[in-house]
């Protein structure tokens, strides 16, 4: 079964930098639009940034300026650049796709298992 692998996080200082990556663990058909989302503990999971296939990148307003969403549709992946961290910036966070697995198939809704992201000093 195809899922989504996420790889990037860590610990790091305020003001440093981490990249996250995620891609399918399987072949895949068609990919619509990539999202980021994080959970931190005590709040709900929110959509950090998204980026439809051959469309404009849109972010949440905490992260603007901050943080780059960008995609490779010839390797299936998207990454998401963050600059600037801040310990609010602390969180789970989970790649999501639109997907379909094969041609004619349907477009279902996938997401990864999560990669913990901790900016502190």
């Known amino acids: 079964q195809v899922q989504l692998v996420e790889s990037g996080g860590g610990l790091v200082q305020p003001g440093g930098s981490l990249r996250l990556s995620c891609a399918p663990s399987?072949?895949?058909?068609?990919?619509?639009?990539m999202r980021w989302y994080r959970q931190a503990p005590g709040k709900q999971r929110e959509l950090v940034a998204s980026i439809p296939n051959g469309g404009t990148a849109t972010y949440t307003d905490s992260v603007k300026g901050r943080f780059t969403i960008s995609r490779d549709n010839a390797k299936n992946t998207v990454t998401l650049q963050m600059n600037s961290l801040k310990p609010e910036d602390t969180a789970v966070y989970y790649c999501?796709?639109?997907?379909?697995?094969?041609?004619?198939?349907?477009?279902?809704?996938?997401w990864g298992q999560g990669t913990q992201v901790t900016v502190s000093s």
């Open positions: 399987g072949s895949v058909s068609a990919i619509n639009t």
């Open positions: 999501n796709a639109d997907m379909r697995l094969v041609s004619r198939g349907l477009v279902r809704s996938y």
